[in-house]
Each structure stands twice: as structure tokens, then as C-alpha cells.
């Protein structure tokens, strides 16, 4: 079946350091993409997505390309900061099914 | 303000003592949703509405029960709690079905059951 691999956290950066949290997919046929981000206390919340190969999908500085020859998403961000902390989901929808299939997530603490 | 509201925020209950935790949405959304929160297991669908009085199993649905009478209401029901149901949950809408669709999430039930 579909599946979704994160890499493990937490991941912990310096603030303006370089961030990449890597996703790859298993997917029959061409899924819809997704990062959503969960605060402290909050619930998920949609960072970015992207619905067919080769599309970026971008917001509040982060950027994830969906790249079918590898089965990728990566997310990366140029210079995280402290407000950035949070735990960082992948996600992708199947088109047979309809559901939305999560990995596992990565924790992000960035320091000061 | 468009949101998802879920009731309790926390729970703590005993073994086979029957609750529901409310799900509410303000978007006119037709599709509905509920996931567990585990740790190193991310988040896990139990059950999912396409629309009122249409409902769905999804991976984890044993010991739950969801109905959909209303198109902005979306309860879960435990009728006979069990330890391993101890997690965060999340109730999710969106306008319709997953894909390419943006899920608005609520702030989360944490229950534990002893």
C-alpha cells in the first residue's frame, strides 16, 4: 500500500541555519503532496503541498519540490528561526482512495 | 473565524465507561475526518464522512464509531474504552475528499484511559 518515510528527529539547528527534512513516497499512480506543521499545543496545520511532478510548492519561506524520479518532497527552508520549532508531517493523498497518508514526522528545534 | 472546534480538550476516563468527543466545523465542508496521534506512528485515520449520512472505515476504526447527521457535525464515540485508546485525537474537514484539498485540523482531545 501507499506509504510515506521521514527522516528522524529531532533535527536541531542554529537560527539562519539551512534546513532540509527529508520525505520520499509509495504511491500507485500520482499522489497529491503535502507538508503540514504542528505547533506546541496546536493541531496540524497545511504548510505547503503540490498536486502533479515537478511542482514547488512554497510558503513562509519553505520550499519542497515534488519529484517523481525519486519519490521525493523534501522540505527545505534557507535560514530557519526559533519561531520555526514544530514538528514537520509529510503527507500524501491517493488518488484510488481518497485518504490522506502520513509519515511519521520530524521534530524541529532551532535555537538561538 | 473558520475553524474546527472539538469538545473535550482533555479527557481522562475509566475502562468501558462509554464517551464521545464532539467535532465541529463552520466552512460548510463535506468532508470529514478522525486520526489518532501516536508517537512514532504520526497520524493514523480511524474513520472519514464524504457527507452527511455517508461515512467510512479507514485503518485503525476497531473500537470506534463515528456518525454524520448534520454536515457540520462530525462526533466520535468510544462505547467501551480500552487502554490502548489512550492517544491525541484529531477531527479534520476539508471542502471535499483529500486530494489536493487543504485539511483544516482541531486542536486536538487528548484522552487517556486507565
Known amino acids: 500500500g501507499d506509504s510515506v518515510t521521514q527522516m528522524e528527529g529531532p533535527v536541531t539547528l542554529s537560527e539562519e541555519a539551512f534546513l532540509t527534512i527529508n520525505c520520499t513516497y509509495t504511491?500507485?499512480?500520482?499522489?497529491?503532496l503535502f507538508w503540514y506543521v504542528q505547533y506546541p499545543g496546536e493541531g496540524l496545520q497545511l504548510l505547503l503541498k503540490?498536486?502533479?511532478?515537478?511542482d514547488k510548492g512554497s510558503n513562509k519561506g519553505f520550499e519542497a519540490t515534488y519529484r517523481k524520479e525519486t519519490t521525493s518532497f523534501h522540505l527545505e527552508k534557507g535560514s530557519v528561526q526559533v519561531s520555526d520549532s514544530a514538528v514537520y508531517f509529510c503527507?500524501?493523498?491517493?488518488?484510488?482512495?481518497?485518504?490522506?497518508?502520513f509519515g511519521t514526522g520530524t521534530r524541529l528545534q532551532v535555537f538561538p | 473565524e473558520a475553524q474546527v472546534t472539538q469538545n473535550p480538550r482533555y479527557l481522562i476516563t475509566v475502562t468501558g465507561k462509554k464517551l464521545t468527543v464532539t467535532c465541529s466545523q463552520n466552512m460548510n465542508h463535506e468532508y470529514m475526518s478522525w486520526y489518532r496521534q501516536d508517537p512514532g506512528l504520526g497520524l493514523r485515520q480511524i474513520y472519514y464522512?464524504?457527507?452527511?449520512?455517508?461515512?467510512d472505515k479507514g485503518d485503525v476504526p476497531e473500537g470506534y464509531k463515528v456518525s454524520r447527521k448534520e454536515k457540520r457535525n462530525f462526533p466520535l464515540i468510544l462505547e467501551s474504552p480500552s487502554p490502548n485508546q489512550t492517544s491525541l485525537y484529531f477531527c479534520?474537514?476539508?471542502?471535499?475528499?483529500?486530494?489536493?484539498?487543504?485539511?483544516?485540523f482541531g486542536p486536538g482531545t487528548r484522552l487517556t484511559v486507565t
Open positions: 503540490a498536486t502533479k511532478a515537478d
Open positions: 503527507a500524501l493523498s491517493d488518488r484510488n482512495t481518497d485518504k490522506l497518508i
Open positions: 504511491a500507485t499512480g500520482y499522489p497529491s
Open positions: 479534520a474537514s476539508s471542502l471535499a475528499g483529500t486530494l489536493g484539498y487543504e485539511q483544516y
Open positions: 464522512s464524504m457527507n452527511v449520512e455517508v461515512t
